[in-house]
């Protein structure tokens, strides 16, 4: 079990860098087709950076020059990239809650798979609760939605 985000995702939740996209790339939570189809919805939407461009004038038989055109986050950046994909997946995964089979496992494979970040540590299921509260799935629903407020701030989302 793992996310699949499509384009749309991709735009909904926060502004993505082309660091950002490149990781999320690498970690497979999307096809390189995904990322010629965001590019083309935010050049439609008018985002005329040249990356942009570059990927939006991509034809789908050309998806594997995606990841080559995509810069990796230098270490510096890295904990920003990580932070901002926990708070895009989470999103995700919230507005999704309802139709995947079990939101709290994958929430412990995104927690896994963006090496065990502290800021998402108190929503999954195995870990002790942060506070003195005794852990249910109804405090842990409130501190996801917590999470994903404070978080909604720092990323530029597009509401």
């Not at 996310?3 to 096809?31: H, V």
């Not at 034809?59 to 810069?71: G, K, N, T, Y």
């Not at 309802?98 to 896994?112: C, H, K, S, T």
């Amino acid at each position: 079990m793992q996310p699949s985000l499509d384009a749309t995702s991709l735009r909904q939740y926060a502004c993505l860098t082309s660091q950002d996209i490149r990781y999320g790339l690498e970690k497979g939570w999307f096809s390189p087709a995904t990322v010629i189809d965001w590019a083309t919805q935010c050049a439609n939407a008018g985002d005329s950076s040249r990356l942009v461009l570059q990927l939006a004038s991509l034809f789908p038989h050309e998806a594997d020059r995606v990841l080559e055109m995509l810069s990796q986050p230098s270490p510096d950046e890295e904990g920003h990239v990580v932070a901002k994909w926990a708070y895009v997946l989470l999103a995700w995964l919230y507005d999704h809650r309802e139709i995947v089979d079990d939101p709290w496992q994958l929430i412990e494979v995104i927690y896994a798979d963006l090496d065990y970040p502290a800021e998402i540590a108190g929503l999954v299921r195995y870990m002790p609760a942060p506070d003195e509260n005794r852990a249910s799935l109804d405090t842990t629903l409130r501190r996801w939605q917590e999470f994903l407020q404070s978080s909604k701030k720092k990323y530029c989302s597009n509401d």
